[in-house]
């Protein structure tokens, strides 16, 4: 991570411990906290370089669409974290990997992108989230990335301590796999570790994923 980019990117937007935004259930009550990022290539590059080379263990990612819902696991540290025109690839062993438009996808001179593609291929909406369930605290946490349509890009679900390494709900909450979540948030939003984010029940007290 380049602590510069990191540090303009800040002072420029504003990046701050507080939610850019709020959605909320009927009675006022939050059911979603956003913190929006900035959509240059740079940061993007930088944070989810980070996310993923440093914070790979426990990640729960995918595009989530209506009629699909890709909840993969990265299958170890990535092997490479490459960047060309446009696209961030995230490669891993055995050759699997993933492309994500994160910056001017421009294209070949034989064949060049029109700038109504690059718009849609182009993030519009990148933002750190945490979700609250029915009692009223945090269940899940995580990023989403959306195209220039608002198209699902992918979402990251940082490890939970109310969901075991195979998906199964955890009896007792996990306490620790909270880190990532407090590592992140720390290092991009400035935000200090919060006793709200390890006094809920979790799923078993209603919530929904």
Known sequence: MSNNVHDITQQR????PDPSSVDRKADGSPSREYWELPLDEA?????????????????CFGPLIQG????????G????????????????ERGGHFHLCIGENKGSERFPVSDALRAH??????RIFRGFGA?????TWGF???????????SIF??????????SLSETPQWSRLETWRTISKTWLGRDAEALDSDGKGFRAGASH
């Open 135 to 139: 009692d009223g605290k945090p269940v």
């Open 13 to 16: 937007l504003g990046l701050g």
């Open 43 to 59: 940061f993007l590059q930088a944070f989810l370089r980070d996310v993923f080379q440093n914070h790979w263990q426990g990640l």
């Open 77 to 92: 540290p990535p092997t490479k974290v490459s960047l060309f025109d446009g696209y961030l690839t995230v490669m891993f």
């Open 144 to 154: 989403e990335m959306t195209n220039g349509k608002d198209e699902p890009m992918i």
């Open 158 to 167: 940082f490890p939970n301590p109310f969901i075991n390494e195979d998906d």
């Open 68 to 75: 699909a819902a890709y909840e993969l696991r990265c299958p």
């Open 121 to 126: 291929r182009r993030p519009s909406k990148a």
